[in-house]
């Protein structure tokens, strides 16, 4: 696949503020990609650079290999769907969605079988003549899509256009984003600050973090083997554990010593170690490969039990699961063991 | 620069322009000729005039009226605004209209009323003993019924926005009714009431009208403008009072706009209405002392409508049409009430769409923040320039053979110009509300799509905001048709109009044609507001017909 979108060291900053510092990352043709991180970290600032509302301070953006940086958002061919929807409430949803097509490429002929056509596509062919008031908030979701797709855009550009909707229709709605994606062709960037959002739907995953890019990739990639603690924290949902390099293979947590851990580092520096929920168990505290921990809270989660505990050496809490039925509750004195295979090591604390 | 940016800039430019022609320059105008004297400029001349014993003492009397008339109003217009949102009052339609009465007619109407009530010859007067409505009193009764609307419409808005939960809390709480209006209505509408004061203490201080006809010799300084003026030609005084009139305006715009400022939202999405529940000892006194307040209203029309088909007030009472034969009398004749409802109807249009055109610029293009500082700033600054002052500011600026636009002198255009511009910032004011509450992103949606700023404005915008865009219309047209301080200066020999012409004909002594034209005045205003509300009553019903969701 060739790169359709190129950001090359892109930068911005607001009043002095920087939203964006040196963010670099490629898009593949016909990808769907999600840009993802917390509130604040710069993702929706990105997007609208993209999208050519906003200009960076510095950097570049390529489109199919052509420099878009100071390209106007109308020679872009791009379509938008704004978290808001940004649906007129004045024109019936066909009316919005030929807003869009203008020009000599869409003669009035043209223009109402497109409108037809991309209301077919997202499941809306009855309601052509309903105001946006007259819609639900997935309906009114589908026509701000159609609406961006109907001029046949080759970037489709999305914020967090799932995030007003209740959890149920946003399940359903997420998987028909992703085949009408997937039919379209059109390559896309989605905003979202749910990570399982973006690991369900995209093709390629950038993570953002305070306006810095943390790691960009496949979702399989960012979650066996995420580049910092952050991505293995915020993406993987590991747990992240302050720890200390010792000779050789080993590592200690507080008092104790785990073997079999691959760091490279000088005895007695500074790590921060990711553990899958799924790689940490609870034992017994007396064990010698155990850290002791006291549990926090004991929740339901699906088919088994949540605990969180914190650590007694350095105060981290983590997560881990065990079987329903488990004898642990509030309080209880635990202990929490690692498989050293599946620890990630980074060097520096937490 | 793209065909978008350049529509844009030529817009800004434009509505500069406009500012520039309408305020900036009159008003240098006015300082300079106010600087001026026989010798030449200079600031001790004006140090001279503003130290004027006379002046001082009307400075003193405005100041007096309006502080009093601004206290005695907010306290009536809180009352009836609790009444009509807070009271489980009957017949509230008819409430609220009769609020608003005084907005329809003159200022000078309600003076006029006061005259037949307690005049020399006054209906009342036998009543009355040794006192007398003439002088301060006067002033302050007659402006109380004149400014009561606009404390209401602010004071009633500022009540509409309970949060339901805040007093079931309160409830819950065990407070009393007494405690919850002191912890949470009054604090709710603290911005409110310092709006609706300085409202009332900016519109006192510019009025004419009643100090003309109920003042006697209790000067003030409106008054002192119009005789310098008009009666002894002194026009570099006249300046330095105007200029010394922008003092306590602007001072009372700051504070307002200052307060506006500090005011936090009363509702918010999570807000649920406030459930009035009967409660007889309040809803009782409620609609006791809001039928008192309406029956006067009412009365003050309904005394000048009686008057003005009286055929010799109030010794003949035998019913006569020929104080409606307006071309007997000075004034301007049929040809001035014309006048009136031309400039009302192009002060409408035109302010309403400039109004409009400038609010959709600072709100959706977002201007450089300087233009944007200095087309706000302008937008705020028509309000605290008092009508005369503005008025006198045109006579200097445009009445120069050396200004190119000289020639406007004396038409309608400036008539229109300087009524958009007297009335500018409460429209401004509302336009701005009414498309802040638009999606911020339906501009850049459409620039998304490639289509420019205009065709949203044009397609999405307006049409939304038609309601908001025809309320502002019908502020402008019933104020046009009302205003004298602005236009006194300004009218030729082909434009008089008829609210000049009520003051002109009261002057010469014709007080029952004068209260005949203030109730032609009325009557044209009620019935475009009648037509209007009727129009938004349709607009606002299509907007939600058919709402599912």
Known sequence: ?350 | MNAEKFIQRLCLVLVTLYFGVSLAGPLTALVVSSLQSGEGGSAANLAGRLTDPRLVRAAGNSLWVGALTSAITTALALFYAYGLTRARLPLKGIFAAAGQIPLLAPSLLSALALVYLFGVQGLLRPWMGEASIMGWQGIVIANVIATFPHALLVLRTALSASDGRLYEAGELMGRSGRSMFLAVTLPGVRHGLVSAALIVFMLTIADIGAPKVVGGSFDVLALEIYKQVLGQQDFAMGAAVALAMLAPTALAMGIERWAASRQSAALSARSTPLVLKPHLARDTAMLTGCSIIAAGLVGVIAVCQFASVAAFWPYDVSFTTKHYDFNRFDGGGWQALGNSVQLAVFTAIGGALLVFANAYLLEKTKPHRVVRGALSGFSLLSAAVPGLSLGLAYVFFFNNPANLLNGLYGTMAILVLATITHFYTVAHLSATSALKALDPEFETAAAAMGRPFWMVAARVSFPISISALIETALYFFVNAMTTVSVVVFLYGPHTKLASVAVLNMDDAGDVAPAAAMGMMIFYINLAVRIAGETVLTRVRASTTRGKVY
């Open chain 1, 1 to 350: 696949m060739s790169e359709a979108i190129d950001v090359a060291s892109l930068s911005k900053t607001f009043g002095g503020q920087a939203a964006l510092s040196d963010v670099s990352f490629s898009v593949p043709e016909g990808a769907f990609a999600c840009l993802v991180g917390p509130s604040g970290c710069g993702k929706t600032t990105l997007l609208r650079i993209l999208a050519g509302l906003e200009t960076p301070s510095s950097g570049q953006v390529l489109l199919n290999g052509s420099d878009a940086t100071r390209l106007n958002p109308a020679s872009r061919s791009i379509g938008v769907v704004f978290q808001s929807y940004a649906l007129f409430p004045n024109l019936t949803a066909a009316q919005n969605i030929a807003f869009g097509l203008h020009g000599k490429d869409w003669p009035r002929s043209n223009k109402q079988a497109r409108v037809d056509e991309v209301l077919a596509l997202v499941g809306l062919s009855g309601l052509a003549k309903r105001k946006p008031v007259q819609l639900s908030g997935g309906q009114q979701q589908r026509v701000a899509l159609a609406r961006a797709l109907a001029p046949r855009p080759r970037f489709l550009l999305l914020d967090e256009p799932l995030s007003a909707l209740d959890p149920h229709v946003r399940g359903a709605l997420r998987a028909e984003l992703k085949d009408i994606q997937r039919r379209t062709g059109v390559t896309t960037v989605m905003v979202t600050h749910d990570q399982e959002e973006a690991l369900a739907l995209a093709d390629l995953v950038v993570v953002l973090r305070a306006g810095r890019l943390e790691q960009a990739g496949s979702p399989r990639h960012l979650l066996e083997q995420p580049a910092t603690p952050f991505v293995a924290d915020f993406v993987a949902n590991m747990n992240i554990i302050e720890a200390r390099a010792e000779s050789g293979e080993r590592i200690s947590i507080g008092a104790t010593v785990i073997a079999g851990v691959v760091h490279g580092l000088a005895p007695g520096a500074a790590l921060s170690v990711a553990a899958a929920q799924g790689n940490t168990r609870l034992t017994d505290a007396a064990l010698p490969a155990a850290c002791p921990a006291r549990v926090r809270a004991v929740e339901f989660a699906g088919r088994q039990l949540r605990v969180i505990a914190r650590l007694e050496a350095g105060g981290t809490l983590i997560r881990a699961h065990a079987p329903l039925g488990s004898p642990v509750a509030s309080g209880d004195v635990i202990g929490v063991a690692f498989d050293p295979q599946s620890l990630r090591v980074y060097a520096g604390a937490p």
